[in-house]
């Protein structure tokens, strides 16, 4: 199913050396689905950027049969959906569980989290099915099997699904020292711009860089059928105000929708004060996973430095995770990867 050499290759091309857990994880993706190997997955976990993604990814590229890669945010949304189209069965969601993997052999889930009691029961029943049907999956988190759902009021009820976890997948441990998405040449279009009177003068040029055109005038778009005031809107452009985008009560939905409608978001006026805020920090967190997760350029002016109003909340759940991909947005490398400039 995976040929260990052509990951090595894909690696290579990428100037990564294989640290001796990435080795580990390789090898057991390499025997999964084999005779050699007595599990029906791989569950890779760790902090962020020690590159649980990148050997996935690389794996999941060169990986023979029919095979499926998704965020997670992507899977809860499009499983959700089809819950509610679904008719009424005996049991509609293992009616689109099976249809969800029609014809699918390998299935690899990134950024693989359960922190609400309504989607461990989704997950759980979808992992059983997805086994019982031979489905080898491969999942990447920033916790550790037995660190799922935390919540000690919930945590009991996702205790039989972390068993199969822990029986059924080879667990391994990405930590390493090195963080690969830090320390990169910054992209030669600025990304974290601050303050705001640097801003001002910065973001019509790169809207006009990024678009192929000047921004018009202020515009309503329409983000999961709800409304968002717009300072400029074009094929490829979304530039929008924080307040409008994460105080407001938006949920990964929107982000969702914004990421497949437009290739490039300028996130203007963040006010740092305003990430203390436990729901709208979550929002941006929902916002930077899913511009990371679609490879989209993302530009942020806030009114004091961003990276490091973060640092200083990094206690926060998942925020160094967020930390470490905006280190990767802002590099020369994720531009080269993800950027194409109109004509």
Same mark, same amino acid.
């Given at each position: 199913m995976i040929d260990a050499a052509r990951v090595m290759q894909a690696l290579a091309e990428r100037h990564v050396v294989p640290d001796s857990r990435q080795r580990d994880a390789l090898a057991a993706l390499a025997a999964l689905g084999t005779p050699a190997s007595p599990f029906d997955g791989v569950y890779c976990y760790g902090l962020p950027g020690r590159g649980k993604s990148l050997v996935v990814d690389a794996a999941f590229s060169v990986a023979a049969g029919e095979k499926r890669r998704v965020h997670f945010h992507e899977f809860l949304r499009d499983m959700h959906r089809q819950l509610v189209r679904e008719p009424k069965c005996d049991d509609r969601l293992a009616a689109v569980a099976h249809r969800w993997l029609t014809g699918v052999t390998l299935l690899c889930f990134d950024e693989f989290h359960v922190h609400d009691i309504a989607d461990a029961f989704l997950i759980g029943r979808f992992?059983?099915?997805?086994? #019982?049907?031979?489905?080898?999956?491969?999942?990447?988190?920033?916790?550790? %099997?037995?660190?799922?759902?935390?919540?000690?009021?919930?945590? #009991?009820?996702?205790?039989?699904?972390?068993?199969?976890?822990?029986?059924?997948?080879?667990?391994?441990?990405?930590? *390493?020292?090195?963080?690969?998405?830090?320390?990169?040449?910054?992209?030669?279009?600025?990304?974290?711009?601050? %303050?705001?009177?640097? #801003?001002?003068?910065?973001?019509?040029?790169?809207?006009?860089?990024?678009?192929?055109?000047?921004? *018009?005038?202020?515009?309503?778009? $329409?983000?999961?059928?709800?409304?968002?005031?717009?300072?400029? /809107?074009?094929?490829?452009?979304?530039? #929008?105000?924080?307040?409008?985008?994460?105080?407001?009560?938006? /949920?990964?939905?929107?982000?969702?929708?914004?990421?497949?409608?437009?290739?490039?978001l300028i996130v203007d006026a963040l006010?740092?004060?305003?990430?203390?805020?436990?729901d709208t920090l979550q929002r941006f967190l929902w916002l930077v996973d899913i511009c990371y997760d679609r490879q989209r350029t993302l530009i942020i002016a806030s009114d004091a430095p961003l990276i490091p109003a973060l640092d200083a909340m990094r206690d926060w759940?998942?925020? $160094?995770?967020?930390? $470490?991909?905006?280190?990767?947005?802002?590099?020369?490398?994720?531009?080269?990867r993800t950027l194409t400039l109109p004509r």
């Amino acid at each position: 199913m995976i040929d260990a050499a052509r990951v090595m290759q894909a690696l290579a091309e990428r100037h990564v050396v294989p640290d001796s857990r990435q080795r580990d994880a390789l090898a057991a993706l390499a025997a999964l689905g084999t005779p050699a190997s007595p599990f029906d997955g791989v569950y890779c976990y760790g902090l962020p950027g020690r590159g649980k993604s990148l050997v996935v990814d690389a794996a999941f590229s060169v990986a023979a049969g029919e095979k499926r890669r998704v965020h997670f945010h992507e899977f809860l949304r499009d499983m959700h959906r089809q819950l509610v189209r679904e008719p009424k069965c005996d049991d509609r969601l293992a009616a689109v569980a099976h249809r969800w993997l029609t014809g699918v052999t390998l299935l690899c889930f990134d950024e693989f989290h359960v922190h609400d009691i309504a989607d461990a029961f989704l997950i759980g029943r979808f992992l059983d099915i997805a086994l #019982a049907r031979g489905v080898k999956l491969v999942l990447t988190s920033n916790y550790a %099997p037995q660190d799922l759902l935390p919540d000690p009021e919930y945590h #009991a009820r996702f205790e039989a699904t972390i068993a199969v976890i822990v029986q059924r997948f080879a667990i391994v441990h990405f930590d *390493g020292a090195t963080d690969y998405r830090m320390g990169g040449e910054p992209a030669s279009l600025s990304r974290w711009i601050a %303050p705001l009177d640097v #801003a001002n003068g910065v973001l019509p040029q790169h809207y006009a860089q990024l678009e192929g055109a000047p921004p *018009g005038a202020a515009v309503e778009v $329409s983000l999961a059928g709800r409304a968002l005031a717009a300072r400029g /809107s074009g094929e490829h452009v979304l530039w #929008a105000n924080f307040d409008d985008l994460c105080v407001a009560h938006r /949920s990964h939905l929107d982000y969702l929708a914004l990421a497949e409608h437009w290739q490039s978001l300028i996130v203007d006026a963040l006010h740092v004060e305003r990430l203390r805020r436990p729901d709208t920090l979550q929002r941006f967190l929902w916002l930077v996973d899913i511009c990371y997760d679609r490879q989209r350029t993302l530009i942020i002016a806030s009114d004091a430095p961003l990276i490091p109003a973060l640092d200083a909340m990094r206690d926060w759940r998942d925020l $160094s995770r967020t930390i $470490s991909r905006l280190a990767e947005m802002g590099s020369l490398d994720y531009e080269r990867r993800t950027l194409t400039l109109p004509r």
